[in-house]
C-alpha cells in the first residue's frame, strides 16, 4: 500500500496506450494481487486470532478503538486504490499527481497511528 500510488503518480505522466503506460498497468496488478491482496488476508486473519485470544486485548481501553478505526480507514483505502487501478487498466484515470502524492501519504500516518496506539496505549 505504500508503493501502489507512487506508481499512480508516475502513471500518470504516460501517454495512454503507450508502452510505458502498459508496463505501469502491470506493475500495478502484480503489486495489488499478488502482495497487497495476500497481506491484506494474512492480516485480516490473523489480526481478528489475535484479538480473539482471551486476555490480549482489553475492551474497555480506548487506543483499541482508535487502531480498530485506523484499520478500517486502511480498508477503505484498499478499496480505493482497487478502483483507481481498475481506471488507468481502462486507461479512465482523472485524478492528477498530486492527488496520488497525497494518497500516497495516508498509510504512513495511518500506519503511525496504529503503532502509537498499540505501542504507547495512550488511553
Not at 486502511?74 to 478502483?83: Q, V
Request: aromatic share 14%; with cysteine; glycine share 4%.
Amino acid at each position: 500500500m505504500f508503493y501502489l500510488p507512487r506508481l499512480f503518480v508516475y502513471h500518470c505522466d504516460t501517454i495512454p496506450g503507450s508502452t510505458d503506460s502498459e508496463r505501469f498497468k502491470v506493475m500495478e496488478y502484480r503489486l495489488l494481487k499478488q502482495i497487497i491482496n495476500p497481506a491484506m488476508i494474512a492480516t485480516f486473519v490473523f489480526g481478528i486470532l489475535l484479538a480473539l485470544t482471551p486476555g490480549v486485548v482489553d475492551w474497555s481501553a480506548g487506543w483499541w478503538y482508535v487502531k480498530l478505526l485506523c484499520v478500517l480507514l486502511l480498508m477503505g483505502l484498499h478499496g480505493a486504490m482497487s478502483k483507481w487501478r481498475r481506471e488507468f487498466m481502462e486507461d479512465r484515470n482523472t485524478r492528477s499527481q498530486q492527488f496520488y502524492r497525497i494518497a500516497n501519504e495516508i498509510p504512513t500516518v495511518l500506519l503511525v497511528i496504529i503503532v502509537i496506539m498499540v505501542v504507547v496505549r495512550p488511553f
